[in-house]
């Protein structure tokens, strides 16, 4: 085991919750940049609001969100967008890219109704309901 990796591994223990990922809310995420949004940004009959889990582990994969099979963004560590989508049922999908590609791609299905905000986060590669 090299230094860097020791070192690595030892503060990750020193600071635990630092390192682990952790749901984070809409409220306290950092946006993600219009530079890295894809679609889905116009206001419509409901919206799908996805933060990304904060912390260490991980923080270095870029996620890509999609709707429906489309591109909806590209998330960092602890980012949120929001999402203008139509009521009824939809495909949600998060797969890591870039250097971390290679892992697939997980998909789930949800279903907003005309006026509610959904809210989702992504950890890993998941998809998962949240209460943040």
Known sequence: MNILTLSAFVVCWSTVAGCAPMPISAEDADPVP?????????????????????????????IRFYI????????????????????????LGAEPIRMCAGSGI???????????????????ALVLPTTF
């Open 34 to 62: 219009s530079s890295r949004l894809y679609a889905f940004s116009k206001k419509l009959e409901g919206e799908i609001v996805v933060t990304r889990d904060s912390g260490f582990a991980g923080s270095g994969c870029t």
């Open 106 to 124: 997980g998909e789930t299905e949800a279903f907003v109704n005309a006026g509610e905000s959904l809210r989702r986060r992504i950890a890993g």
């Open 68 to 91: 429906d099979g489309k591109p909806a963004a590209d998330f960092h560590s602890g980012e949120v967008a929001r999402f203008g989508v139509t009521a009824g049922r939809h495909v």
